[in-house]
């Protein structure tokens, strides 16, 4: 039997989310042995109704932020683990989540009228995890990369002094040799969006959705403007950013760059 006592001990968290970086995660089967066999999983919420342990060493977080409870979690999270991981576009922007960060509380009245839930007062307007406590990695996207997500536990477990670039998409559809969308009148988010996940939406035919978050490189004025000149207009894109990025723009913040710590 293996030793473990000195193996780190890791937990995986699910907030405000689909569950699906955490079921994507699932989907490398080879990778996905090795690497539990390097850590010991001693929670992984999506699997199990046992309580989370007070004493881990490295926490990985899926999942806005969206309520009181939820912000006391990540609080105790942060305390208890030397390390901690966000992964996705829920964790690292709100996500769809944050499609109602502009006031939460009037979109529960818009559902249930005059007759709003008392458990709708724990509410709290969608916010990355980063907005409550330091995040030391992230692993970006919707869903996330599961090799990705490999990649980053490994840096965590090991270290490394590698640099997480923070330049747009563009440059990965352009070594792609990928042709652009803007010269097709086709609002993509590649300008502003962080690069990291080889452009895959584009070499599928399919515009860029910006789930990766807004790169730390993004000029947002130019990209309207560049808008505006292919016929496609700065309000749609105005509109087509809050899909995965509207906390971020409602605080004037241009996005994490990927692993860095805080």
């Known amino acids: ?9 890791v937990v995986v968290v699910g907030l405000a989310s689909c569950f699906g970086c955490q079921i994507n ?13 390097s850590v010991d999983m001693e929670y992984w919420q999506l699997t199990s109704s046992d309580p989370m342990p007070d004493s881990f060493d490295i926490a990985v977080i899926e999942g806005a932020v969206t309520t009181e409870e939820a912000a006391e ?23 769809l989540p944050g ?9 529960a009245a818009a559902v249930y009228g ?8 724990t509410l709290r307007d969608p916010a990355p995890v980063a907005a409550y406590i330091p995040v030391d990695y992230e692993v970006p996207c919707c869903p996330v990369d599961p ?7 490994h840096r965590a477990l090991y270290g490394s002094n590698g640099l997480t670039p923070s330049s747009t998409l563009c440059g990965e ?6 042709g652009c969308f803007f010269g097709q009148g086709t609002l993509c988010l590649g300008l502003v969006t962080r690069g990291g996940c080889g452009a895959r939406c584009p070499e599928l035919g399919r515009p860029c959705n910006g789930c990766a978050g807004l790169s730390a490189d993004a000029n947002v004025g130019a990209a309207s403007a560049a808008c505006d000149e292919a016929g496609i207009g700065a309000a749609r894109l105005d509109e087509a950013l ?7 723009l409602a605080a004037g913040q241009p996005g994490a760059d990927g692993s860095r710590a805080r």
Do not use: H, W
Request: proline letters at 2%.
């Open 242 to 248: 809050e899909l995965f990025n509207k906390q971020g």
């Open 25 to 37: 995660l699932t989907n490398i089967e080879s990778e996905l042995l090795d690497l539990l066999g």
């Open 147 to 153: 090799r990705a997500f490999v990649a980053v536990l």
């Open 99 to 107: 499609l109602a960060s502009d006031g939460v509380g009037r979109y």
């Open 1 to 9: 039997m293996k030793d473990r006592t000195n193996t780190p001990r």
């Open 173 to 178: 559809c352009k070594r792609n040799e990928r």
């Open 73 to 95: 979690t990540v609080r105790a999270v942060r305390k208890a683990a030397g390390t901690v991981i966000a992964i996705g576009a829920c964790a690292l922007t709100a996500g």
């Open 114 to 121: 005059e007759a709003v839930p008392g458990a709708c007062a």
